[in-house]
């Protein structure tokens, strides 16, 4: 398959191709690792009449302390080098597991943190060849007027799978986005609204700079976990990932966080499953009562690869077990 024409863009600096992107972002894309968007390209998913190559610039790449005993990621930085970290393995366990989850050690050795935060939804329908596509009438993410998966909705529905994404929710993190002349920091759920199309809420003139993650506290279980059809190289059937902050080491819970990713068009936080879990002791049926409330909260919809009741199955599954191995571990059992 060969790519499309367009004109390949080379900053020398951050400030060159804010400018770049300020001047002619609706009409450009940007490439960091390649690894999902030369395939887009190849696709003809996207064709963009330029292409803003951010790969060789200084300053976006690698893990540092930040302000107030964060951590910062550059967004550059692989996904080969996050799950490979000591620092990460040892402070965010379940982004080092959440990053080696990702494809195979080839795309991991290319693929960066910021392009698996900015990842495209993905479909059966739309991730495809052109060829392929022509035979098929377009659809919203296509330029058409209908979604081929869910018929009668009003948007594309799309779903939701960088494995990342649930981990980083899970540890409160916060994202640096830069455009020419200033820089917004937001909670990283507030970059997705839950739409399939587009996938994200970044500016046509904005670049992921870079991924800022608090200390996690003392007493804390976390865990990240994906099914997926093959163990290697496959995107997720459903992923999970909870942070469940204990205080004592009595069971009862102070703190939770709780997020999904591959059930829907957006990443999920579960807030009422976090809720119901505040200041309570985690027993059998609140474990089971918290995996019905998340499974509420993502309100699995996809159709497509695997039914939205295997994915509820799997998801409540996911939140029930790793709650009672969360109490389990806080009782030292
Ligand atoms: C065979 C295969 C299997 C895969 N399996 C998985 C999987 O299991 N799990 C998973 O999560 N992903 C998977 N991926 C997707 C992809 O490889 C990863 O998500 C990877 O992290 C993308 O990073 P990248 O740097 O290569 O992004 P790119 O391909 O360069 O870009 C991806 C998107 O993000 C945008 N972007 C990238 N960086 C920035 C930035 N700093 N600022 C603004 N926009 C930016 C690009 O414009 C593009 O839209 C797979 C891909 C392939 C080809
Ligand atoms: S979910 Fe619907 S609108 Fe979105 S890409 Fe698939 S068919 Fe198209």
Not at 54 to 72: F, V
Request: hydrophobic share 40%; aromatic share 6%; glycine share 8%.
């Amino acid at each position: 398959m060969t790519l499309p024409k367009f004109t390949h863009l080379a900053p020398s600096s951050l400030d060159e191709a804010l400018d770049l992107l300020n001047e002619k972002g609706e009409k450009t894309k940007v490439i960091a690792g390649g690894s999902d968007l030369m395939v887009q390209l190849k696709h003809r998913t996207t064709t963009p009449e330029f292409i803003l190559d951010i790969k060789g610039l200084n300053g976006l790449e690698g893990i540092s302390a930040g302000s107030d005993g964060k951590t910062n990621i550059g967004a550059l930085t692989t996904l080969d080098t996050v799950s490979e970290s000591e620092q990460i393995k040892e402070q965010f366990p379940i982004l080092a597991r959440a990053a080696f989850k990702v494809a195979s050690s080839q795309i991991r050795n290319v693929g960066t943190l910021g392009g698996n935060v900015c990842l495209n939804t993905r479909c059966w329908y739309y991730n495809q060849t052109s060829q392929w596509r022509e035979a098929i009438p377009a659809c919203y993410k296509m330029g058409g007027d209908e979604c081929l998966v869910i018929k009668n909705s009003d948007k594309c529905n799309a779903v939701f799978l960088a494995d990342t994404v649930p981990a980083l929710i899970a540890l409160d993190a916060e994202l640096k986005i830069l455009k020419k002349g200033g820089e917004r920091t937001i909670p990283i759920e507030q970059l997705y609204n839950g739409s399939g199309h587009p996938s994200n809420l970044l500016g046509a003139d904005e670049i992921l700079g870079e991924i800022q993650i608090p200390a996690t506290p003392k007493n804390t279980y976390s865990v990240f976990i994906k099914d997926a059809p093959r163990e290697v190289v496959d995107f997720a059937i459903v992923n999970m990932a909870m942070c469940i902050t204990f205080k004592g080491n009595d069971g009862v819970c102070e703190k939770a966080r709780i997020a999904a990713g591959g059930v829907t068009s957006g990443p999920v936080r579960s807030l009422k499953g976090e809720d119901a879990l505040k200041g309570k002791k985690i027993t059998d049926s609140l474990a089971d009562e918290v995996a019905d409330l998340v499974v509420k909260d993502a309100a699995p919809i996809s159709p497509i690869w695997v039914s939205p009741s295997q994915r509820r199955q799997t998801l409540r599954t996911f939140v029930k077990r790793q709650l009672m191995a969360a109490l389990a571990n806080n009782q030292g059992n």
